[in-house]
């Protein structure tokens, strides 16, 4: 089984999100849809970033890393190449 890190970046205000999870397409589905409460009221969002692991623990490990402020230097590199900033 794989886990993703995936960013989300909001079209409305900028900001973004960062999580990991499972099921890639279904967590996403639920941001899209709004039927996640930190997301919910920055829709619309769009997906600038995707990492894949071969466990969990490694996927949670980077998404607390891109939580901490070395990680978030590099998630904000990672999301100008994304958006052609």
């Known amino acids: 089984m794989s886990y993703w890190v995936y960013i989300l970046r909001s079209r409305k205000d900028g900001r973004t999100y960062t999580g990991s999870t499972g099921d890639l397409e279904n967590r996403l589905q639920e941001h899209f849809e709004g039927r996640v409460k930190s997301t919910r009221n920055r829709r619309p ?3 600038v970033f995707v990492e894949e692991f071969a466990s969990r623990r ?8 891109f939580k901490t402020a070395e990680g978030g230097i590099e998630k ?3 999301i100008r190449m994304a958006v052609g900033v």
């Open 58 to 65: 490694q996927a949670v490990r980077r998404e607390r890393y």
């Open 76 to 78: 904000q590199r990672l």
């Open 45 to 47: 969002v769009e997906l």
